[in-house]
């Protein structure tokens, strides 16, 4: 599954070390969800979709690749 993280932490200026600490998890999981290696579960998904300030619906790109 592909996200637009990367793309969004960008914008706010926000390293994934901090993206992380605000969603209380390790940088690793948010390097793991930006390169399609782990799928988050709902509440975090959210929580990072909140942090973003976007809906989870455009935190995530779904398709068929």
């Known amino acids: 599954m592909k996200t637009r993280i ?3 932490r960008a914008r706010y200026d926000m390293t994934q070390d901090d ?3 605000k969603v209380g998890v ?3 999981t948010i390097l ?7 799928v988050p ?5 959210h929580d ?4 973003l300030k976007i ?3 455009e935190l995530f790109i779904f ?3």
């Not at 579960?41 to 998904?45: G, H, V, Y």
């Open 48 to 51: 990072i979709a909140k942090v």
């Open 32 to 38: 793991f969800i930006e390169n399609g290696k782990y």
């Open 55 to 57: 809906t989870v619906d």
């Open 19 to 21: 993206l992380a600490r």
């Open 26 to 28: 390790r940088r690793e």
């Open 63 to 65: 398709g068929d690749d």
């Open 41 to 45: 579960s709902l509440k975090l998904a």
């Open 6 to 8: 990367k793309e969004l």
